[in-house]
């Protein structure tokens, strides 16, 4: 059974930029399976398994996209357990397809990462996947995860990032001139960096490809003061 929510208060087209990155978005979701397939043979072909079987209890998915993590979630996050939030219609309308077709009960919405429309402290476990580099604000996305997390809760983040090799990171930095005005594109962004200044304890961490794909799943600290 597929949840359709009703649209966010915060759908994300705050500004005209939105709004063409989001129509860019919507057009790619045909697609973006096929191109995301070759990228994740040659550079990650395990990543998406091995974050996402981290998962447990209530699981939010920032950022869903086509859906292509629902065939890896375990067996009792995706018995009704699952929310899975995404930015562009023509992208979730995809992953809505992929969980009919698989009978996965999971409630998928329409909304911002930035500003996720969802309580405070009601998710185990948050996940995000090759995402984070395209949400303009990707502090903001990262806070409001954690502040969805219940304390003790587990954040899961797989991306690309800024390379450990110099050459690399100069290649990405001519990538980022073009990809991040025309496209929203981010090569050498860091998330883990803002994870362990907010306090959050990593307790898995990897990074392939010349350091250029980096994973990690880091726990929320105990119950916050009041």
Do not use: K
Request: charged residues 25%.
């Amino acid at each position: 059974m597929v949840r359709v929510a009703g649209p966010a208060r915060h759908d994300g087209a705050a500004s005209p930029r939105d709004a063409r990155l989001r129509r860019r978005w919507d057009r790619e979701a045909g697609a973006y399976d096929r191109g995301m397939a070759v990228a994740e043979r040659r550079f990650f072909p395990d990543v998406r398994p091995r974050a996402c079987a981290l998962a447990t209890g209530e699981t939010l998915e920032v950022a869903i996209g086509t859906g292509l993590n629902l065939a890896h979630y375990p067996a009792p996050v995706l018995a009704g357990r699952l929310t899975g939030v995404e930015w562009s219609p023509g992208m979730l309308a995809v992953a809505r397809r992929r969980a009919a077709e698989r009978s996965i009960d999971v409630d998928l919405r329409l909304g911002d990462a930035q500003r996720l429309d969802l309580p405070d402290d009601s998710y185990d476990t948050v996940v995000c996947t090759f995402s984070l580099c395209a949400i303009p604000d990707h502090r903001a996305a990262l806070a409001e995860m954690v502040r969805v997390l219940r304390p003790g809760g587990l954040l899961v983040l797989a991306d690309h990032v800024a390379s450990t090799s110099w050459p690399f990171r100069a290649l990405q930095a001519m990538a980022d001139v073009v990809s991040v005005p025309l496209a929203g594109e981010h090569f050498r962004r860091r998330p883990l960096r803002w994870v362990l200044d907010a306090g959050l304890a990593v307790e898995r961490h990897e990074r392939t490809r010349a350091g250029v794909i980096e994973w990690f799943a880091a726990r929320t600290p105990g119950p916050r003061a009041r």
